[in-house]
């Protein structure tokens, strides 16, 4: 059983891709994992309803046919739940929590405490370099000031998204097409089908075309994979395929992880507070990570979303 499984390992610069869908793993357990879960599936005993993984077939069977029969107890504690996720969130309280002697903050487990001392307490801080001469800076607003001053012209700045832009125009698109600044009123432009809004017609077109209309324009040649637009496209292939590896400068205040985007950052950082903005548009479900609402749509309303 074990060289059968093993047989279909496909590795590549020390990462496991999936031949059936073609997901890239880290290591080899995470692939054996995710390999079985093609293949293991639990039938609901009452009505024989077939879910993924034993989770969902826990709550689809606590939610249709009451959750009495179903219980999960911690052994630590007098707490009970008949929501596994309930119960796991709840089992996260127990655990060994671990101090950062410098600043004394309090961590789950040693790497993340590693992490944070890395990123934070290290003798080689982060730094902020000048693409004009290479003068280093703790800030970024430290490099915006140094380039007005030493290199005698404009700089424009979004200290929201701490990113540069080279002249007020190309500043005033960020503003009006980044996520971190269109508001609801922005959304002008709203799907007839679904009620889905856009700031720009080109979007809510994309969208039409790609969500409604099943035309695929955006196709990976080298795993099959479709995408909205040529940008996606080309960024899975970059970092999928070219293994291009971001560095991960996007620091969480929280617990000193790094992070390649913002986007990433903003996802990682409601795990500390515990925001859910995301709902579900077909049940009353919330979910803090665009992952976790795919697969929740997948599994409860059988809904096989594209990329």
Excluded at 80 to 109: A, D, G, Q
Excluded at 206 to 226: E, F, G
Excluded at 239 to 247: A, N, S, Y
Aim: proline share 2%.
């Amino acid at each position: 059983m074990v060289v059968t499984f093993l047989t279909r390992l496909f590795m590549f610069e020390n990462c496991y891709q999936c031949e059936i869908c073609k997901s890239v793993l880290r290591t080899e357990e995470s692939y054996k994992q995710h390999y079985r879960r093609h293949f293991t599936r639990y039938d609901c005993r009452e009505c024989k309803k077939r879910y993924k993984t034993l989770h969902a077939v826990l709550d689809h069977h606590n939610k249709e046919h009451g959750g009495s029969e179903i219980r999960f107890e911690c052994d630590l504690c007098d707490f009970t739940s008949c929501s596994n996720r309930r119960y796991r969130y709840h089992r996260k309280t127990h655990e060994l929590k671990i101090e950062c002697k410098i600043c004394h903050k309090v961590f789950s487990t040693i790497s993340v405490l590693r992490q944070h001392i890395r990123n934070t307490h290290e003798k080689k801080k982060r730094t902020y370099a000048c693409n004009e001469c290479g003068e280093t800076f703790p800030k970024p607003t430290g490099v915006y000031h140094h380039k007005q001053n030493a290199h005698k012209r404009d700089v424009f700045y979004c200290d929201k998204c701490d990113i540069y832009f080279k002249t007020k125009a190309t500043l005033a698109t960020h503003f009006k097409q980044s996520s971190n600044h269109i508001t609801a009123e922005d959304m002008k432009f709203i799907c007839s089908t679904c009620g889905k809004g856009f700031f720009k017609k080109s979007l809510l077109e994309v969208h039409i075309t790609y969500d409604h209309l099943n035309i695929i324009k955006h196709k990976c040649d080298l795993c099959s994979k479709t995408y909205k637009s040529a940008a996606n496209l080309k960024r899975h292939k970059k970092l999928t395929h070219e293994k291009v590896r971001l560095p991960k400068n996007k620091i969480c205040d929280h617990c000193g992880a790094g992070f390649t985007t913002q986007a990433i950052l903003r996802t990682h950082i409601r795990t500390h507070t515990g925001e859910r903005p995301l709902r579900c548009e077909h049940c009353a479900a919330d979910f803090a990570h665009p992952g976790a609402l795919y697969t929740h749509k997948r599994l409860v309303h059988k809904l096989d979303e594209k990329t």
